[in-house]
């Protein structure tokens, strides 16, 4: 059984940063793609960044420039670095690894940016 756990929200002002981090409870160093979603209220979940097993990365357009999404293998981890934050950017965030058919999922971490 795969867990994740993520941690790191928390409440913020616009422009502020916050820094999420997920641990898994395997050994990602074969983990072809782990990333971040977020659901707003009353918003269906949307894809905010991903990250490979080479490293390579790829962002929403709405945080392209303010996100850097990265993963330490040897700490089984990946993290979500959001600069510049928005009122928009208020939501749940979730932590995924792995892609269709099997998708893993961590439990959310509430991240809301105040105006």
């Known amino acids: 059984q795969v867990q994740l756990v993520e941690s790191g929200g928390g409440l913020v002002q616009a422009g502020g940063s916050l820094r999420l981090s997920c641990a898994a409870s395997i050994n990602i160093n074969s983990v072809a793609t782990m990333g971040w979603y977020r659901q707003a209220p009353g918003k269906q979940r949307e894809l905010v960044a991903t990250i490979t097993r080479s490293a390579s990365t790829d962002y929403a357009d709405s945080v392209k420039g303010r996100f850097t999404v990265s993963r330490d293998n040897a700490k089984n981890s990946v993290y979500l670095q959001m600069n510049s934050l928005k009122p928009e950017d208020t939501g749940v965030y979730y932590c995924?690894?792995?892609?269709?058919?099997?998708?893993?999922w961590g439990q959310g971490t509430q991240v809301t940016v105040s105006s």
């Open positions: 995924f690894l792995g892609g269709p058919p099997q998708i893993y």
